[in-house]
């Protein structure tokens, strides 16, 4: 209205015009801010104040929009809000309309991590029971990583020295970024197809939420789930903490602690094999000691038996048994043949033809009665030698021989050698085999351990 050359407006106007202004000049917006005076009115909308250390403003959060937040508004909390600038023209107040809260400090990216860590949690992919084993002795261990980061160098600098017989394999992969995700999913899932290794590393160095996020996105987790190889999370620092650390079989503080994990320690299996070697050498030491107590008993208890002596016995009492019945025979020979010419006396008042012919048949009958008789004892005496013979065979050493072992005897001293260890160098020997001897010069001594 123009009265005088004047613009009068109305209150109204004025407020309805600066309303305007203030929507154009300012687009949509974020403020940081400490809630106070905050108001539930039975309308389901919000009203509070947000304020710092100098100044605040009021907000209005409306009932449409409070359905979508994730979290209970309180006095003294401190937020992010999302809105645009205005002002309440009944009243006059500059205020701004929240479309969107967050605590401060924490973040989109931090939302979305808590919001899929709840999804998956719900889901049971972190059920421990799913968890696998790590192979004790890899045969081939993987990676997945940047090829030329510093987390890659220090993975490798660890195996190279506690593992250096174990191959690697990398699966090089963006970790960082857009592209990032859909490496990695298939640096795994190659992984998982190739069978190459039996072990996984999945690793990056520090940084942050924004840095790490590849590895909060569910397409990882997805591809971490199926895997069935046994995958380790070695992700920035002890500190940093990331949905596939909750997906993997084991989460490692640090890449080097992952690499330390899958890697059997070179210088622990040493200590190990030290220490079953030094047993094995106690328990053969032990064992032998014992086979030479034993060996030594039965040395001496042939030595008191002496086979040789009782040997020499036997051959005695053989020849005086084989010059008793030659005595025998030559005894009974003589009385047969007294009897013969007693007969044969006798015979001479007979018919000369008649008697000498029965004389004749009396004495093949005789003489065949007496080589029975004389044959029939030999057999009895060779029977009795022959086991007399096959009991000291038993023990005698001279059958130890025929089964082919030697005796070793010095040829100076005419001692038996029972060890290397008496032996020297250029020194004579005799071998003795079951059809003869020789005689040796020792060109060189190999003792047993």
Not at 243 to 256: E, K, L, Q, Y
């Amino acid at each position: 209205m123009l009265t005088n050359n004047r613009t009068i407006l109305q209150v109204s106007e004025l407020n309805q015009k600066v309303s305007l202004l203030l929507t154009q000049s300012f687009p949509l917006l974020w403020i940081e801010g400490e809630i106070s005076n905050l108001a539930r009115p039975a309308s389901g909308h919000l009203y509070f104040s947000l304020k710092d250390s100098k100044a605040q403003i009021r907000c209005a959060l409306f009932k449409n929009r409070r359905h979508h937040l994730h979290l209970n508004p309180e006095n003294g909390m401190k937020i992010l809000l999302r809105g645009r600038v205005s002002l309440y023209q009944p009243r006059g107040d500059f205020q701004i309309i929240a479309e969107h809260i967050e605590v401060a400090g924490i973040g989109l990216l931090q939302q979305q991590f808590e919001a899929l860590k709840d999804k998956l949690f719900k889901k049971g992919w972190f059920d421990p029971s799913l968890k696998q084993q790590l192979p004790r002795f890899p045969k081939r261990i993987g990676i997945i990583a940047s090829p030329h980061s510093a987390a890659l160098q220090d993975i490798l600098n660890i195996l190279k020295r506690r593992a250096p017989q174990i191959p690697v394999l990398i699966y090089p992969s963006e970790v960082q970024g857009q592209r990032a995700v859909f490496q990695l999913e298939t640096a795994i899932r190659q992984a998982n197809t190739n069978k190459r290794c039996d072990v996984l590393i999945i690793a990056r160095g520090g940084g942050t939420l924004e840095d790490l996020a590849p590895f909060n996105t569910e397409q990882i987790a997805h591809a971490l789930y199926q895997s069935s190889l046994p995958i380790v999370s070695g992700i920035g620092h002890e500190i940093d903490i990331t949905i596939t650390d909750f997906i993997a079989d084991v989460r490692a503080a640090t890449p080097s602690e992952a690499a330390e994990l899958v890697s059997p320690d070179k210088q622990q299996l040493q200590h190990q094999v030290e220490q079953l070697k030094q047993r094995l050498i106690k328990a053969l030491t032990g064992k032998i000691k014992h086979k030479k107590i034993k060996l030594l008993g039965l040395s001496k208890r042939l030595t008191q038996q002496k086979p040789s002596y009782r040997l020499q016995q036997q051959t005695q009492r053989f020849n005086a048994l084989r010059l008793r019945l030659e005595q025998q025979i030559q005894h009974r020979y003589h009385q047969k043949q007294a009897r013969l010419h007693s007969h044969q006396k006798h015979l001479q008042l007979k018919t000369l033809r008649q008697l000498v012919s029965l004389k004749q048949q009396q004495l093949t009958q005789q003489k065949e009665a007496l080589k029975q008789s004389i044959q029939s004892k030999i057999s009895t005496r060779q029977s009795q030698l022959r086991l007399q013979v096959t009991q000291l065979e038993t023990i005698s050493p001279l059958k130890t021989l025929e089964r082919g072992y030697t005796l070793v005897s010095d040829e100076q001293k005419k001692t038996t050698i029972p060890s290397v260890k008496s032996l020297k160098k250029d020194q004579r020997i005799k071998t003795i085999f079951k059809d003869g001897e020789i005689l040796s010069d020792i060109i060189s001594i190999s003792r047993k351990k």
